[in-house]
Structures are given as C-alpha cells and as structure tokens.
C-alpha cells in the first residue's frame, strides 16, 4: 500500500495491520483511493450457484455494512482500489490469479465453467442424469475440456468422485467405501442411511462396526 500511496501522489502511509478484509479503517481513511469493497466468491466446485453469481460485486460503502452471502468459506468482501487509470494496470489487476480447486486460475476463465457445473448439481435430477450433462459439459469448449482435464488430475474419477465423496463424509465411510456404495448404486447419504443392514453388508468392505456407526446418527 504504502508504494501505491507514492504511486498516487500520497504521502500517508498505510499499516498492513489495517488492511483486513473487514476493516472500515481502510475505506474511511483512504476514501481518495479505495472505491468500496468488492465480493470475491470461492471458486471452488461447492462454492452454490447464487454465491458465485455474486463474484465482483462492488459495495460502495465501508465493509462492516456490505451484505453477506453465505458464510466465510464461500467468498469474502476486500477493499477493491479505484481504477488505475492505465489500460496495461488496469488488465494486469483483473489477470491476477484465484486459488481453486485446479490451482491457481484466473476467475473470468473458471468462474463461467463453476456456475454451469452448480447448475447442473443443483437441479433436482437423479446423480446419474447429472452425471450424463456433466460429460456433455466437458464437451462445451475447449476452455472447459481443459478444466475437466485439470479437476481429474485433482480429483480421481471425476465428475463421479464429486457425488460419492460426499458419502464419505458419512461416518465410518471412507473414501473407498464411498466409491463402492456408489457404484451400487447408493448415490446419496440419505439411500445409504435408509438401506438395510443385510444390503449394506453385501458391499465389500462394509462391516457389522461401519453399520453400527451409520444407524447410530440416524
């Protein structure tokens, strides 16, 4: 901050301690160079469709009053500068890199494949119809192959993984567990939780103890 104040012509200089995202200190005091605060949504396959539809939102007024959209792990408001006024700068701040579930990916180019994949997720369609658009999905452009190659490598299996990872959040499911509970056809907590003990026992690696632990959440 304090060679952006030089930058600029500004002489005062500005603690790192100050530059929290949340902190009014930084809108009030340096209202000559900040231009509110802009949302930044996790760009990350759970990040919900109505989440990412908020990313690059502008707030005009200190941080504290900006609305808030989920919880902290889908996005956050930070102090957005006003523009640089130099073409070269200007495309160099919106070029910088985003952490996702790919690494590090400039938003403009992942954010667009995110929401399509959450509005297929989101719909009320069986796992495996969603399953079927997801593989239509990757056929959309070549940007979105790309980004399918790159979640595989993240992410074994995918788009299938994403469905039965959730079922190792069951417990005493693991990551195993799960993708042969999927390929059962349990697609769901809800199938799993709901099925017999004789059934459950008839997927390898499923045990008396495992069973236990499912039925005592019920």
């Known amino acids: ?6 930058l600029l012509g500004k002489d005062t200089e500005v603690s790192s301690t100050e530059l929290t995202p949340y902190s009014d ?7 000559d160079i ?7 949504a ?40 006003k523009s640089w006024g130099v073409a070269e700068m200007d495309e160099l701040s919106a ?18 494949f995110l929401k399509a994949f959450r509005q297929i997720v989101e719909t009320d369609d069986s796992v495996a119809e969603k399953l079927a658009q997801l593989d239509l999905l990757a056929t959309r452009s070549e940007s979105f192959k790309e980004i399918f190659t790159r979640l595989n490598h993240s ?9 039965y990872g959730q079922l190792a959040e069951l417990p005493g499911i693991g990551i195993k567990s799960a993708k042969r509970l999927f390929e059962m056809g349990f697609h769901t907590k809800d199938a799993v939780q709901s099925a017999t ?21 019920q």
Do not use: C
């Not at 459950?200 to 039925?215: A, H, N, Q, R, Y």
């Open 1 to 6: 901050m304090k060679w952006l104040k030089r």
């Open 25 to 31: 200190t930084v809108y009030h005091d340096n209202s």
């Open 34 to 40: 900040v231009d509110g605060v802009e949302f930044h």
């Open 42 to 81: 996790t760009l990350q396959l759970r990040t919900p469709y109505h989440i990412l539809e908020r990313h690059g939102e502008v707030f005009k007024g200190p941080p504290s009053k900006a609305p808030q959209y989920g919880d902290s792990s889908h996005g956050i408001w930070l102090v957005k500068l």
């Open 95 to 112: 070029k910088s890199p985003y952490a996702s579930d790919i690494g590090p990916v400039i938003a403009d180019e992942y954010l667009p």
């Open 155 to 163: 992410y074994e299996n995918f788009p299938a993984s994403y469905f």
């Open 197 to 217: 003990v004789e059934t459950l026992l008839s997927v390898p690696g499923i045990g008396k103890k495992t069973i236990e632990k499912l039925k005592a959440k």
